[in-house]
């Protein structure tokens, strides 16, 4: 029986683990989208397809079908803003802990 405990709060660390790398992994991924969305006028689906991209085909890639992003334009500086369901180790930890949102930014290059 302590057993089970263990391995149940071995799990529960490792989600918590993978929630903060993902989180990491989700802020590259939003500053890379504001840099490209920043270059070329480019609507949100397409910002959402790029930072869908850079997440990989692991498990932090499971989550790209539930990935939005949105992208907002303020002067010279545009922001994208992604939102995605915390990836879990094992199906009995899914929703339990929260979903990551995370916003990045860029100056807008170009000539005027």
Known sequence: MVLVL?????????????????????????????????????????????AG??????????????????TAAAGLVVAVTCTMPAPGVVTLLDGVLPDITVTGHAAREGLS
């Not at 490792?14 to 490209?36: F, I, P």
């Not at 070329?40 to 910002?47: L, N």
């Not at 991209?53 to 949105?70: A, W």
């Open 53 to 70: 991209e850079l997440l990989g085909d692991g498990v932090i890639g499971s989550t790209r079908p539930g990935l939005v992003c949105s």
């Open 6 to 50: 263990l391995v149940m709060l071995f799990l529960a660390l490792v989600s918590v683990a993978l929630w903060g790398y993902s989180r990491t992994v989700l802020t590259s991924a939003a500053a890379d989208a504001a840099r490209w969305a920043a270059n070329a006028d480019v609507p949100d689906e397409a910002a959402t397809r790029r």
